[in-house]
């Protein structure tokens, strides 16, 4: 069975998250797929930026969606990276990824850019809101979807009846919730399982003998030393 791995932001535990300098580490360290956050601008553009907020990971402060794309681009998001474009990072690195949105007018743009450019094949999409996934599915036919399933104790049977229902084709989950029952429940209903975030070799046994089919990490050298596969 393959075991993914996925680039969390980029590899956040060592570059400035979702910025191209981590996501292009990312791609050079080997991880199978790339996660990265979007976020609409004032002026419509899809930024890649996980909080709503641009407080925690820039020197600027207030809303995304206040802010134009040129006043998202002149800060400073750590290490003199700026906010990239979501077009940016397809022009950067070729490891497929895995988008997530978090409203609906983010996805309908998102989903606009995949028929457009014929991301189908390389672009998945990703969300807590089950709604959106099948929105992204209506609007881009055969797009991959991810239901990040984010509810403490929800169980089991619960969270592989929203993927279903929702058409997603993975569930990814904290790894620090996972039960072997979610994954046993996830794997009969055909759904692969995925966790974030694995960046210990605790964390990576666990992921290991709960069966699971991938794993987010944000340290590059877990997956360059080979660990993910030994």
């Not at 996925?6 to 535990?13: D, E, L, Q, T």
């Not at 599915?137 to 979807?145: D, F, I, K, N, Y």
């Not at 994954?183 to 759904?191: R, T």
């Amino acid at each position: 069975m393959t075991f993914l791995t996925i680039g969390h932001r980029g590899v956040m535990g060592a570059e400035p998250e979702n910025t191209l300098r981590s996501f292009v580490r990312a791609e050079r360290s080997g991880m199978d797929v790339i996660a990265l956050d979007l976020r609409l601008t004032k002026d419509g553009a899809l930024v890649a930026l996980h909080d709503p907020e641009v407080d925690r990971t820039t020197d600027g402060s207030g809303a995304v969606a206040d802010l134009t794309t040129a006043e998202l681009r002149a800060l400073d998001a750590g290490q003199g990276e700026r906010v990239p474009l979501f077009e940016d990072v397809l022009a950067a690195v070729r490891t497929p990824l895995q988008v997530a949105v978090r409203d609906r007018d983010t996805a309908a743009v998102l989903a606009e850019l995949i028929l457009r450019r014929d991301l189908t094949a390389r672009v998945e999409v990703a969300s807590p809101r089950d709604a959106l996934l099948v929105e992204a599915a209506r609007l881009v036919p055969g797009v991959r979807t991810v239901l990040h399933a984010l509810s403490p104790g929800e169980r089991a049977e619960d969270v592989v009846a929203r993927a279903l229902a929702a058409g997603a084709a993975t569930i990814a989950l904290d790894i620090r919730r996972l039960t072997l029952e979610t994954v046993e429940a996830a794997h009969a209903a055909g759904l692969r399982v995925t966790a974030w975030t694995v960046d210990t070799l605790d964390q990576l046994r666990l992921a290991r003998a709960l069966g699971l089919d991938g794993a987010a990490t944000g340290l590059p050298e877990i997956r360059s030393t080979g660990r993910f596969t030994a």
